[in-house]
């Protein structure tokens, strides 16, 4: 294809999976399958990956990344002990950052652009992407979440992400670094309730059927039934990336087992798109 998001995954993010020697046994095996994916990811040589982080937080205004480099030392303010300081050097991509600020102020909400070159990621995008791509091949654009969004909105904004990517002639991985039930407990082996087990199962047979539209139109109801990550905005943000494409079959995948981290529900899912 030309541009447009081409892929779209979820991928965990717990601070306790950033450094390999201090995963828990328990976790191995999703980090594991974030090795995976990334490198089912890297073989298809997208252009780019936006990476919507839980982490990465706005209040009111969407950002729209125009730095040419994000160079830093990743530090997560709620788990210093597991994350100090680990550097990271990725390209970014300032056209398509312009492109996605215009989209996006398109549909009439407020977007601003981000081109510090201090600003250090968090460690729902650093997680996931060092995992993923350890060589920096691909460009990485950030974009956060917004509080201010519902899922309506969050899920218009993932539509302009891929308009934003056709314009650009971008084949785009479009990654939801974020958990699936995210009722959390101490206990970093806790599992979630069995009735939450059972609704992320359902939710996640729906992804990996390819059945965006029928994932969506249940969307919000399930997820305050298993109490979603920032409400489920980056699921959100992702189906509505993946409607954009128009596509009516996906080639979709689970790297790794479904996996507790203090009761949130994780998994590896990829969907690439196919025409």
């Not at 990334?38 to 936006?50: C, E, L, S, Y």
């Not at 996931?128 to 979440?145: F, K, Q, T």
Request: glycine share 10%; charged share 20%; with cysteine.
């Amino acid at each position: 294809m030309s541009g447009g998001i081409c892929r779209g995954v979820v991928v965990p993010h717990a601070p306790r999976l950033g450094l390999p020697e201090l995963v828990p046994d328990f976790a191995k095996d999703l980090v594991a399958g974030i090795h995976e994916m990334g490198a089912v990811v890297r073989a298809d040589k997208p252009d780019v990956m936006i990476v919507n982080s839980m982490h990465y937080i706005s209040t009111f205004n969407w950002h729209a990344s125009t730095v040419a480099e994000h160079k830093g030392y990743c530090v997560s303010m709620e788990a210093p002990d597991m994350i100090a300081g680990e550097p990271y050097a990725y390209r970014g991509d300032p056209e398509l950052g312009a492109v996605i600020g215009d989209e996006i102020e398109g549909l009439g909400l407020p977007c601003i652009e981000a081109a510090s070159e201090h600003y250090s990621w968090d460690y729902g995008t650093w997680v996931p992407v060092h995992y993923m791509d350890p060589d920096a091949e691909i460009p990485i654009v950030p974009i956060p979440v917004v509080l201010a969004a519902d899922l309506d909105e969050t899920y218009a904004v993932g539509q302009a992400l891929h308009r934003a990517c056709v314009r650009t002639g971008r084949r785009a991985v479009l990654a939801a670094s974020t958990s699936f039930t995210h009722k959390l407990v101490r206990g970093p082996a806790e599992w979630p309730s069995e009735e939450r087990l059972r609704a992320d199962r359902a939710f996640i047979a729906l992804l990996l059927a390819g059945r965006i539209d029928e994932a969506w139109e249940g969307f919000a109801d399930y997820t305050k039934f298993v109490i979603g990550e920032m409400g489920g905005r980056g699921l959100a943000l992702l189906l509505g990336g993946l409607a954009a494409t128009g596509a009516e079959r996906f080639e979709t995948a689970q790297f790794g087992p479904y996996g507790q981290s203090s009761a949130s529900g994780n998994a590896n899912l990829s969907l690439a798109v196919v025409h």
